[in-house]
């Protein structure tokens, strides 16, 4: 008597694992270069002679912090890519050691256009990526604005104000770094002026009225 033999049920393929996103699938970028030629004629940085080489990417001390490499600020400004700018860290994380422009073969002012980005957040309402940097940022040109020079005293106090330094356990560490900076005659007491500040808040009217 033969055994009957029953067949072995059919099994269905394997569905293709799913391709992972490429480049290729995001919204296809649009240059625009009206930004590029906006911060060239306000700043006067050739941002433009730009060909990305990475030397100054190379040779930033810094780089481990930023989300953003120095070329890639540049890259961005010359596709108009504000926001993105806008966002990042990187602006507010450089040193302004200026060892990007001493590298750059086309001498494009890196540090420079770092402030200029910083400077363009810190007028408008867009949240810093870095908002304690950003405060610092604003009470070091306030110094600059009423002065001519910088308090470090009314500058640190103005910071720490406003970051919570000036109270809780940081108070204490603070209180006993300026002591000390005081001591070695890093810190003053009493502030110092410029005596012909005519110039100089003419500067910061300009500014202000976006000249």
Known sequence: MSQQVSAAPESKPAPPPERPATAADAEPLR????????????TGISIGACYGCKKCSNGCPVTFAM??????????AQFGLVESLRASSTIWVCASCQTCLTRCPNEVDLPRLMDY????????????????????????LGEVAKRGRVF??????????????????????????????????????????????????AVFKAKEAGS
């Not at 240059?31 to 306000?42: H, L």
């Not at 989300?67 to 961005?76: A, C, G, I, S, T």
């Not at 363009?120 to 940022?137: D, I, N």
């Open 67 to 76: 989300d953003l490499h120095p070329y890639q600020v540049v890259r961005l």
């Open 117 to 140: 980005l910083k400077q363009t957040v810190a007028q408008g309402q867009v949240p810093a990526a870095e908002e304690k940097t950003l405060v610092f940022h604003r009470a070091f």
């Open 31 to 42: 240059p625009d270069g009206a930004f590029m030629r906006q911060v060239e004629r306000d």
């Open 152 to 201: 470090e005293g009314g500058m640190m106090a103005r910071y720490l104000l406003k970051t919570g330094g000036a109270f809780g356990p940081e108070a204490m560490a603070n209180a006993k770094l300026g002591l000390a900076m005081f001591k070695r005659g890093r810190l003053k007491l009493l502030p110092h002026r410029t005596r012909d500040r005519r110039w100089l808040k």
